[in-house]
């Protein structure tokens, strides 16, 4: 069985940052691609970031390409997401993903979910 719990959110002011963590248990977390999703209230999980099972390929959703960066360090069976320059609309509850294939993950289609971590961001 593979356990996702993710941390790190909280509440900060527009501009600021966060970095969010993912660990995963299981000894073949090298083999998984992770998925950042985010939900906000009354809005449906959208795709945030995802990345390959060995951290070559990353891709971002627009909305926060060029703010955001997912990481990853498969000797610590964590995935990360730092998160920069932060805006109101970035406000979600951020949840993380594994996925199969780099493919599956950027689209949501994961075998694991984690519970969430709550972002809210101040204006």
């Known amino acids: 069985q593979v356990h996702v719990v993710e941390s790190g959110g909280g509440l900060v002011q527009a501009g600021g940052s966060l970095r969010l963590s993912c660990a995963v248990s299981?000894?073949?977390?090298?083999?998984?691609?992770m998925g950042w999703f985010r939900q906000a209230p009354g809005k449906e999980r959208e795709f945030v970031a995802a990345?390959?099972?060995?951290?070559?390929?990353?891709t971002y959703a627009e909305s926060v390409r060029g703010r955001f960066t997912i990481s990853r360090d498969n000797a610590k069976n964590t995935v990360y997401l730092q998160m920069n320059s932060l805006k109101p609309g970035d406000t979600a509850v951020y949840y993380c993903?594994?996925?199969?294939?780099?493919?599956?993950?950027?689209?949501?289609?994961?075998?694991?979910w984690g519970q969430g971590t709550q972002v809210t961001v101040s204006s």
């Open positions: 993903g594994v996925g199969s294939s780099f493919g599956r993950a950027r689209i949501g289609e994961c075998d694991y």
């Open positions: 299981g000894r073949t977390f090298s083999s998984y691609a």
């Open positions: 990345i390959s099972s060995s951290g070559v390929r990353t």
